[in-house]
Structure formats: structure tokens, C-alpha cells
């Protein structure tokens, strides 16, 4: 739910990470999350412990079970602690050499085995450093190339209840998932978004700076999600300022904010709760028309209304001849309903809204028998 005015400031770009809430300097702009599958910081480095206490504890069974092998300089035998001074002096490369392998047996071991292991541990603990530096660049190179490529997008402005069921429809109907930009300004709301491989945009989106992180000027579709109509309101108000082509779709709670949201640039407009409180009314005399428009507002669970082009073999007939359940006619930026005189004669560039069954409830029938006929889950 986009809203609030905390969000300021400069934009810093972060990919699959996601923000610290108590970072002052960090909540005051607006950060980028690019989906991304990568290990927690603590778990790689408690990995890169572990594994440099195994290599340590592996030199240290090693030069013990042939301590005779060795000299000290200062007592003459080795001790189980001497062998983990000599195993951490000699895996750090200190050296100071006053233990020493003496034995020829002991001198194989480290030609063959310590020397590889201290290799090997100053490869782990050096990983570390570079694995952050390669991050970073990674990092940067993705977000320079996300922005280079991304247009004809789809920017939701929400990740709530509402935004993840319109980002749930645009998905059933086969919009690519990296073709949608999430912007919220809940640092926990939009690392879910990123987890589930969107990229995610931390900030207000009042705010042009913000809007511009998610490209919305090359943006094809704006969905504006706000929990609040006033927020709403402002935030269709800065994304036709900066795409003055796309197509805005908002929603509002209340009806009488509707026009102020088409007045500020809006092309469609669903009043949430009004829509809500009809159902609710068809429910309660009328369950099972209920039941369809409910199939019909849940895209690809089964009856679906789809808009589609005209074909040449219906141009000149009227809508009824359409074999498919045809309820409108889309003509230029008119929608006419099924009893509209201009659906008497189909004209070529028309498109049709037609009701078409998902291929899930075509199966049905089929496992009817083993399912009781329940239903798509």
C-alpha cells in the first residue's frame, strides 16, 4: 500500500538484498530489487568459518599423529597444543619457526597436504573480501542493464491484497513476470515481491524520483493498487505527468473519488468496496449468478472473459452469428453492449469480448469421477 511522505532523498539502487528498517539513511530513498537467488551474508561467511576451522582442524590431526616428526625448540616434544600453534602459524603463513618438521614423514605430509591446506585457507578467508567486490560490480551491472532494457513494463503501485491479485490475473493470462515492477514503500512487502522474482522498488510512489527508478516513463501499463483513494489520487497524478501514453488502471474505495481519479488522468477506475458490496448483494438473492461472476473475476480458474480481434469469416455478420458467447463489441475507444444496433454488422479492426472456459475446467469432466467434481482448487 504506496502511501506516506518519509520517503526522500537521492536514489541508491540495491539488487536482491533487502534494506535495513533502522538505517535512517537508508529510508529516505528509494531502493531497487532485482529477483535474485543468493546466500544470506551471515550464512556465507559462518560457511567460510566452517570450512577454514575443518582445514585448521585437519592440520592439526595431521601434524599430531606424527609429532615425533617435529621439533620444538623449546621442550623438545609436541603437545596437542603445540600442534595447533604450529597448524595455526603455519595455515596464517607466520612461520616463526620454532616448531619445525624434522622427519621425513613429516616433511612429505607438508609437501603434499599443509602446504595445499594453507593455499587453500588464505583462498577462503580472501574469498570473502572478493565475493563482496564481485557482488557489488554484479550488482551494478545488473541494474545498468535491467535499465537499459526495460520498456513496455507493467509498474503495479501496491504489492497489498489488491496488487497481488492484479499481479496474479496479469500472470494467468501470460504476461511475463519479469516484465512487472513492483513499488511499495514497506521494506518486508517488497522483499516478498522480489522473492517471488519481481523486480521491487522500495519508496513512495508519489514521488517522481521513485516512479523514475521504476521506468514508469517507458512503461506500457500503470496499475495503481493504494490502499488509500487520496494516495491513489497522487500517485496517477505523478505517473501521467511523466507517461503521458500509458494506460493507467486505479482502484478507490469510494465511488465519489472515482471522477477525481479519472480527472487526474486515470483511464479506468474500480471502486473496490462498491464492487464488493454488489456482490455481496447478488450473493444474497442470487448465489449461483454469484458464483459465475465470482469464476469470471478469478482469470484462468475457469470461465474467462477474453477480448479478441474479429475474424474475417464473422465481418459482416452480427454478433449473434458468433459461435463463441459474445457479450461486446470493442470498436476504436467504444465498448458496445451485445443489444447495441452497431452489433448488427461486425466490421473488420473489431474486437470482440467472448466468454471462453480455461483449459483447466475443459479437463473437469475428465477427473470428475476421481475428484467428486469439486472444482479447480
Known amino acids: 500500500m504506496t502511501g506516506g511522505r518519509s520517503w526522500t532523498g537521492q536514489p541508491l539502487v540495491k539488487l536482491g538484498a533487502v534494506p535495513s528498517l533502522n538505517d535512517p539513511e537508508a529510508a ?3 531502493l531497487v530489487l532485482l529477483p535474485s537467488s543468493r546466500t544470506a551474508p551471515l550464512r556465507a561467511v559462518a560457511k567460510r568459518v566452517g570450512i577454514a576451522l575443518v582445514l585448521l582442524l585437519s592440520v592439526v590431526a595431521v601434524v599430531y599423529a606424527d609429532r615425533s616428526g617435529y621439533k620444538d625448540s ?4 609436541l603437545s596437542l597444543l603445540d600442534a595447533f600453534y604450529y597448524a595455526t602459524v603455519t595455515v596464517s603463513t607466520t612461520g ?4 619445525t618438521p624434522v622427519g621425513d614423514a613429516a616433511r612429505f605430509i607438508n609437501i ?4 595445499p591446506v594453507r593455499v587453500l585457507f588464505l583462498i577462503v578467508l580472501v574469498g570473502t573480501t572478493l565475493e563482496v567486490l564481485a557482488e557489488r560490480t554484479r550488482e551494478d551491472w545488473r541494474k545498468s542493464r535491467w535499465r537499459a532494457r526495460v520498456r513496455d513494463h507493467i509498474v503495479v503501485a501496491g504489492y497489498g491484497t489488491k496488487g497481488r491479485s492484479a499481479i496474479k490475473t496479469l500472470l494467468s493470462t501470460g504476461v511475463d513476470r519479469g516484465s512487472i515492477v513492483v513499488v511499495d514503500p514497506d521494506p518486508r ?3 516478498e515481491a522480489a522473492e517471488a522474482g519481481f523486480v521491487s522498488i522500495v519508496g513512495d510512489a508519489t514521488r517522481s524520483s521513485v516512479l523514475r527508478q ?3 516513463q517507458r512503461a506500457r501499463e500503470i496499475v495503481v493498487a493504494s490502499a488509500r483513494d487520496d494516495t491513489a489520487v497522487l500517485i496517477t497524478l505523478t505517473a501521467r505527468q511523466l507517461n503521458p501514453h500509458a494506460g493507467i488502471q486505479a482502484s478507490v474505495r469510494e465511488s465519489e473519488n472515482a471522477p477525481l481519479l479519472r480527472q487526474s488522468g486515470a483511464d479506468h477506475v474500480v471502486t473496490s468496496s462498491e464492487a464488493a458490496g454488489r456482490l455481496l448483494g447478488v450473493s444474497t438473492t442470487q448465489p449461483s449468478v454469484s458464483e459465475v461472476i465470482e469464476d469470471l473475476l478469478d482469470q484462468g480458474s475457469g470461465l474467462d472473459l477474453v477480448e479478441r480481434e474479429v475474424r474475417p469469416d464473422e465481418v459482416g455478420g452480427p454478433l449473434t452469428a458468433v459461435r463463441e458467447p459474445a457479450l461486446a463489441v470493442v470498436r476504436g475507444d467504444r465498448t458496445l453492449p451485445f443489444d447495441h444496433p452497431g452489433c448488427a454488422t461486425l466490421a473488420a479492426g473489431d474486437r470482440l469480448i467472448v466468454a471462453r472456459s480455461s483449459p483447466r475446467q475443459r479437463a473437469r469432466p475428465e ?3 476421481a475428484d467428486g467434481g469439486s472444482g479447480a482448487s
Open 214 to 216: 521504476a521506468a514508469v
Open 189 to 191: 512487502v517488497v522483499a
Open 28 to 30: 529516505g530513498r528509494p
Open 74 to 77: 623449546g621442550d623438545g616434544e
Open 112 to 115: 603434499v597436504f599443509i602446504t
Open 96 to 99: 616463526y619457526g620454532d616448531i
Open 367 to 369: 477427473s470428475a469421477g
